[in-house]
């Protein structure tokens, strides 16, 4: 009996060391996920552009900048923005990119003390239409705008209660949804769209008749950044690296040497 305990030992003692030298050899799945970090949104670019392009977007370029001295890899890929915020919520990815801050879109993941830039929504009409100076004269036409977007009050307001009328309210999702916004204002089968003028402005140069379109101010500025989640603890500690390293950004240099390349100005400069 005691020797076939020994020998029972020892090929224990045989497994659990072979299984120690195959951990070694192998990398760790648990390691790889710790040091990437996954931000995922719609192509809104000047923020972010397509993940393969030179320029992938200013706010891609910040977040790599930031997180790669600390040993964290960014895994930046595009996402339709409803999918994006429901796997920020659920933990299954770590950042949503161009968030607004403060937004019911947001509300629960978590954001650092540091913006990374103000977002201006503009209305959008062809040329030699009436122009929205206010949310009253929104009252008689089509708003196209993008699902789940926040464009700040009282848009917001106005798009969730007009929603289910499609007379005065349609939302879009999907890839290249901007551009499809545009098409539909230019096509007349939508009167006016709402967007963020820098994006608004990127991407109608890419479309034919996209000079057509005359735009007008809708609402104050929205602080926007990243997302992270709430769901894993790793969003509060990605939160408050980004706050570390846009401010030595923004002190030695490089944050005004990455907007300069995208013609954006430092939004905090002067202020």
């Known amino acids: 009996m005691k020797l076939q ?34 931000l995922r949104a719609d192509v809104w ?3 972010n552009c397509e993940p393969s392009s030179r320029d992938p977007g200013y706010m891609v370029e910040i977040a790599r900048s930031v997180f790669q001295p600390h040993g964290l890899t960014v895994s930046y890929q595009t996402l339709p923005w409803s999918r994006t915020l429901a796997e920020v919520r659920a933990g299954t990815i770590d950042g949503a990119i161009g968030a607004s801050i403060g937004s019911p879109e947001t ?4 954001f650092g003390e540091e ?4 977002s201006q929504s503009v209305f959008a009409v062809t040329r030699g239409s009436p122009r929205v100076a206010s949310i009253a004269d ?4 089509t708003l196209v705008a993008i699902a789940d977007y926040s464009y700040g009050d009282p848009f917001d307001d106005y798009i969730e209660t007009h929603r289910r ?5 349609s939302l879009l999702s999907g890839d290249d949804v901007t551009k499809r916004l545009i ?3 230019l096509s007349s089968r939508a009167d006016v769209l709402i967007e963020d003028v820098a994006v608004l402005r990127f991407e109608a140069a890419q479309v034919d008749g996209g000079d057509r379109l005359e735009t007008s101010p809708a609402g104050e500025p929205v602080r926007i950044g990243i997302a992270f989640t709430n769901a894993r603890p790793e969003g509060q500690r990605y939160a408050a690296l980004l706050d570390a390293g846009v401010r030595q950004m923004r002190a030695d240099g490089r944050l005004a040497a990455i907007l300069a390349r995208y013609g954006v100005p430092d939004w905090r400069v002067g202020q």
């Open 5 to 38: 305990h020994l020998g029972l030992v020892c090929l224990g003692l045989m497994v659990i060391s072979s299984a120690a030298a195959l951990a070694e050899t192998r990398p760790s799945v648990l390691t790889a996920t710790a040091t990437t970090i996954t």
């Open 107 to 110: 509300r629960g993941m978590v």
């Open 138 to 141: 929104l009252a008689t036409r």
């Open 45 to 47: 670019c000047p923020y």
């Open 165 to 169: 009328d499609s007379k005065r309210v």
């Open 183 to 185: 098409r539909l204002v």
């Open 115 to 118: 913006d990374l830039g103000l």
